[in-house]
């Protein structure tokens, strides 16, 4: 045994050493692969995101073309006929298993109210779109049918 006195080993006494604080970087593997799972997911989501809105932004852009030939032209009927087709896709594009692009007549307008947030195709406006193929000369306002058919494609692409 040592023979210290007691004296001599209290000053040999150190004081208690505090570990240095973890550091944060560089980080754990567990939670590079967590950066990296969130990282692929917001990917995912975004793509989801921006294919869906591709149909919108397609027939939204074929709508301005329309409008634009319009006010070149100026031909009401060719306006609503190109329309009509325009409302077709996209039905038949967004909802297939309900068959909306075969429709005729008062069937096709009840269908773009029932899918719209606010009726207006059953009203004049949109009841142009059964009889512009077969009128020599439209009669309507073209500014409504242009507003409501952009609405229904803003609601239901």
């Known amino acids: 045994m040592d023979s210290q006195s007691p004296t001599q080993l209290l000053l040999d006494l150190r004081d208690i050493q505090i570990p240095e604080a973890v ?52 031909d009401k009927t060719r306006l609503a006929l190109e329309l009509d087709m325009l409302l077709r896709r996209v039905a038949q594009a967004r909802l297939p298993s309900e068959g909306g692009a075969v429709l005729t007549g008062e069937a096709w307008l009840a269908y773009l109210d029932r899918h719209s947030r606010r009726a207006g195709f059953s009203l004049a406006d949109g009841a142009v779109l059964t009889t512009a193929a077969y009128a020599r000369q439209a009669d309507y306002q073209p500014a409504g049918l242009l507003q409501i058919s952009e609405r229904w494609i803003r609601d239901n692409a």
Not at 46 to 56: E, F, I, S, T
Not at 57 to 69: K, Q, S, T, V
């Open 23 to 74: 550091s944060w970087w560089p980080l754990a593997p567990g939670w590079w692969l967590l950066s990296g799972l969130l990282l692929v997911l917001v990917a995912v989501i975004g793509y989801r995101l921006y294919q869906r809105g591709a149909l919108r932004r397609a027939a939204l852009r074929e709508f301005g073309i329309i409008r634009f030939d319009y006010q070149r032209h100026g």
